[in-house]
């Protein structure tokens, strides 16, 4: 395991040419922030922040966050307005866009290096008004903690997230964020300590120290603010890959663990798998994305409740106009009958008002063995994309966030399999009829 650790170190750690040249861009682009932030009087400080200043970033794909510092006394509307107009007058030659975490922040490319421009309050340690209020002290701390070994591990830690497919911390992807990588290897020491850890790890283990109840499969404590879990925004399914991928590696170190390993697709199910395509008014990804899970989840249950079996599902978007729903069903044509089991035949009331509700609208009524009367009854709806075509045109109330409603009423698209849909598109809705990559170590 060392052997193969030391290995993908030497490749993970930028080169001094490759350092030269992001503190050339990083140090041009924070010149350019501190022209703007003159300009205004609720500002008291411009720093550093993120992977670049921890010292912990990849050479392949790092950011720059430049963290520009209010005063606490700054009203919502002033820090979202001022902190957009820095952004994009300080990266007007570079094509500035908005982005969304909980504030609005302003994102440009410099030679291939995104620069965030992100806003936060001049607050102490618990006075948090902004999601981004931490971000300074994470920096400061992770500089006095980590030594310059332990920011390499971070590194080669990063590398195994990103093959495997559990890095990133936004909500699309809810796995393990940049600083959640930094926190691993302070409190294990390395990455070697961290996959022997997470191998045997147990459920509800506590990662860090707390004197608060945390209800989550795994907890990491964040070191500068002990009442907060991490852990609570990484997916079940993203924890599990973790400790799987963890002891597979264990097992069997090798090199393919830090590579991208591909899907292994079940063809035979495309048949099985269920597409809504709509578009939608842009608005910021953390929330379409909150709204199409919430939409995928609740459409799943009226699925089951229509009879047909959801044995996974997902969502998409591409973040500007269009998103999808998947669910791959067991079977996208269903039996025309059904059976519903009622009361027992003790229950004189409840029985008496099943037969009754019943007798006129099924096919058959009888007692079961089981003692409970039941009825065998034809069901409306036998195909999956007729059934949520129908529903989705009278029921939209029902089955669809608030938020998304007036979408759905401009217009949506229901089919079953492949066909219709993009190559992209296909390699998305694929991940719901494959083998993840990571069960693929095992072999």
């Known amino acids: 395991m060392k052997k193969i650790i030391s290995n993908v170190m030497k490749n ?22 501190k022209k703007e932030i003159e300009k205004f009087p609720e500002i ?10 921890k010292g912990t970033w990849l050479s392949k794909d790092a950011d720059v966050d430049i963290f520009v510092r209010f005063k606490k006394s700054t009203s919502e509307e002033k820090f979202e307005r001022i902190s957009k107009k820095i952004g994009f007058d300080s990266l007007k030659k570079f094509s500035p866009y908005v982005r969304y975490s909980e504030h609005p922040y302003v994102e440009a490319k410099m030679k291939d290096t995104k620069i965030n421009v992100v806003p936060f309050y001049d607050v102490k340690v618990g006075e948090w008004k902004s999601a981004a ?63 022997k850890s997470i191998s045997k790890i147990e459920e509800n283990s506590i990662i ?31 924890i599990g890959k973790f400790v799987l991928v963890c002891r597979a590696f264990k097992e069997n170190p090798k090199l393919e663990f830090f590579k991208n390993k591909k899907l292994k697709i079940s063809k035979k199910y495309w048949e099985n798998l269920l597409s809504i395509k709509f578009s939608f008014k842009i608005r910021s990804p953390d929330i379409i994305w909150g709204q199409i899970k919430r939409a995928t989840s609740s459409l799943s249950t009226q699925l089951e409740l229509a009879g047909f079996t959801v044995i996974r599902s997902k969502a998409y ?29 003790f229950r004189e009331g409840s029985s008496k008002s099943f037969i009754s509700k019943n007798l006129s609208n099924t096919e058959l009524v009888w007692v079961g063995k089981n003692k ?14 007729k059934f949520m075509t129908k529903f989705l045109k009278n029921n939209l109330q029902t089955g669809i966030p608030k938020g998304l409603q007036n979408d759905f009423k401009r217009g949506f698209k229901v089919g079953v399999g492949e066909k219709g849909l993009s190559k992209s598109i296909k390699e998305v809705a694929s991940e719901l009829i494959s083998t993840d990559g990571i069960f693929l170590h095992f072999n």
């Open 133 to 195: 209020d931490r971000s300074p002290f994470h920096t400061k701390f992770m500089l006095k903690s980590l030594t310059p070994k332990m920011r390499n591990e971070v590194r080669v830690l990063k590398t195994f997230l990103k093959a495997n497919r559990i890095y990133g911390a936004e909500i699309a992807k809810q796995g393990f964020s940049g600083y959640v990588s930094e926190v691993l290897v302070l409190h294990f020491g390395s990455f070697e300590n961290i996959i």
């Open 12 to 33: 993970v750690i930028p080169t001094k040419t490759v350092e030269k040249s992001k503190k050339e861009i990083a140090d041009s682009a924070l010149e350019l922030v």
């Open 44 to 53: 008291i400080g411009l720093e550093f922040g993120g992977s670049f200043a």
């Open 317 to 345: 978007t591409d973040q500007q106009k269009e998103a999808y729903l998947f669910f791959f069903l067991e079977s996208a044509k269903i039996s025309d009958i059904h059976v519903k089991n009622g009361p027992d035949f």
């Open 208 to 238: 860090g120290k707390t004197s608060k109840k945390f209800d989550t499969s795994l907890i990491i404590v964040d070191p500068i603010d002990t009442n907060r879990n991490l852990a609570a925004a990484i997916s079940n399914e993203n």
């Open 372 to 385: 409970k009367i039941i009825s065998l009854g034809n069901r409306q709806y036998t195909n999956a994309d």
